[in-house]
């Protein structure tokens, strides 16, 4: 059972994880927005429109839907809450509602994709500064993998590497001897 709920944090613990669940709060969000606007704004101007067309006076529902079992009250007026009929202005509502968040969700990743384009193109053009430096003697090669590994952790595309093990003193102190005999070959 431990090793389940380890193996869960490890999951859950995961950058991409959290950004999913920020987008589906933010998503689900954003459909409701966009649903109250086709629900209360556009299905009864929509449902208008159906009953100016079909040559309805367009003050009632009734020439918006087709009736398939009606239902009367007590003054002989249509009772739509106990009639069973066809809501076509709720259908293309519901046709204009999907239009509109599958439009507005793809405007989002077209974003989302620009930004990680340019994030990678700096990327690699600063990875080309780095090459560059090396080359003309500006940095060593444990600066320039420095810096390389750095960009590769902030990159958004890479996820960050483990760091290594740091090194144990004895191999501390045997680099730090071999670095000084490197400068005085005299010496032995």
Not at 66 to 89: E, N, R, V
Request: with cysteine; charged share 25%; aromatic share 6%.
């Amino acid at each position: 059972m431990k090793k389940f709920f380890g193996e869960f944090k490890k999951f859950i613990s995961r950058g991409n994880v959290l950004d999913m669940a920020v987008g589906v709060i933010v998503g689900g969000a954003f459909t409701a927005i966009i649903t109250a606007l086709t629900n209360q704004i556009l299905q009864p101007l929509i449902n208008w429109l159906i009953a100016l067309i079909v040559g309805g006076d367009g003050k009632g529902l009734e020439a918006a839907v087709t009736i398939l079992k009606p239902a009367y009250d007590g003054t002989g007026a249509l009772d739509l809450a106990h009639s069973i009929y066809i809501d076509w202005g709720a259908f293309i509502t519901a046709i204009i509602n999907f239009i509109l968040i599958a439009f507005i969700l793809f405007c989002i990743v077209k974003i989302i994709n620009s930004v990680r384009a340019g994030s990678k193109a700096l990327a690699e053009k600063q990875k080309k500064a780095i090459e560059k430096k090396l080359k003309k003697g500006k940095i060593t090669e444990e600066e320039a993998a420095a810096a390389t590994a750095e960009l590769e952790a902030a990159s958004v595309e890479a996820p960050a590497e483990p760091a290594p093990a740091a090194p144990t003193t004895e191999e501390l102190l045997a680099e730090i001897r071999d670095l000084l005999k490197a400068q005085n070959p005299e010496e032995k």
